[in-house]
């Protein structure tokens, strides 16, 4: 069973350019959290999806940053145009069902994006 | 003032010995309180989940939460090198597909 699987594990981009870092869920599992954490920083909270609907978006950055997670594939975290400011580990979570999101948690092992 | 707050350390100590994390809030609606361990360049892995006042003991770990004083604990007994990561704690208000808020980690070091 496999867990959270979060590709690519890094990613370099040059200012401008688009990110996207992916997740996959948990087999089962049909809530998804992205979570960032800046260097020496615990983790903060950016937005919280079931299949096709943005439940929770309040810890989104107002601009540049959209999440989606479709009927079919994974959830994609976006960042368009992104600056050196971005650069942090990018987290993905999931959870079977919305009673049992705050203990049942799973993570991935992230996504390290580097802008250079 | 952050919500969660936590000592970065780093915690350095020999093996065998009694470790005590700790974090302080400041939102008295937080609940649900987590301990989570993660290793370098690795995701958190839920290690204790408790919630509101009380202990919570699961083999060489004890998880303590103090409500009204805004203050929870984590003890690890007969501490392992394999112990050595970084320990992060969070809470949220509730248990429905609510965010977690986060402490900053505590780097904890074990050294044979």
């Known amino acids: 069973n496999a867990g959270v699987m979060q590709n690519p594990r890094h990613l370099v981009r040059r200012r401008g350019q688009e990110a996207r870092l992916r997740c996959s869920p948990m087999k089962g599992h049909s809530h998804v959290y992205w979570y960032r954490q800046l260097p020496e920083e615990g983790l903060k909270f950016m937005v919280y999806l079931q299949k096709e609907n943005i439940i929770d978006e309040s810890g989104m950055p107002k601009e540049r940053f959209s999440a989606e997670f479709p009927k079919e594939g994974p959830s994609i975290l976006r960042i368009q145009q992104v600056v050196r400011g971005d650069s942090a580990a990018y987290f993905c979570?999931?959870?079977?069902?919305?009673?049992?999101?705050?203990?049942?948690?799973?993570f991935g092992s992230g996504t390290r994006l580097t802008v250079v | 003032q952050k919500e969660v707050e936590q000592d970065p350390g780093p915690l350095s100590v020999p093996e065998g010995a009694i470790v005590s994390l700790n974090c302080t809030y400041s939102n008295s609606a937080f609940q649900y309180f987590m301990w989570y361990r993660q290793y370098s360049r690795k995701g958190p892995e839920l290690l204790m989940y408790t919630y509101s006042s009380g202990n919570k003991e699961d083999g060489r770990f004890t998880a303590q939460v103090d409500k009204s004083s805004k203050y929870i604990s984590l003890f690890i007994r007969d501490s392992q090198p394999s112990d050595s990561a970084t320990y992060l704690c969070?809470?949220?208000?509730?248990?429905?597909?609510?965010?977690?808020?986060f402490g900053g980690g505590t780097r904890l070091m074990v050294k044979p």
């Open positions: 969070a809470m949220s208000e509730n248990n429905a597909g609510n965010m977690l808020t």
């Open positions: 979570a999931s959870s079977p069902r919305i009673g049992d999101s705050s203990y049942g948690y799973t």
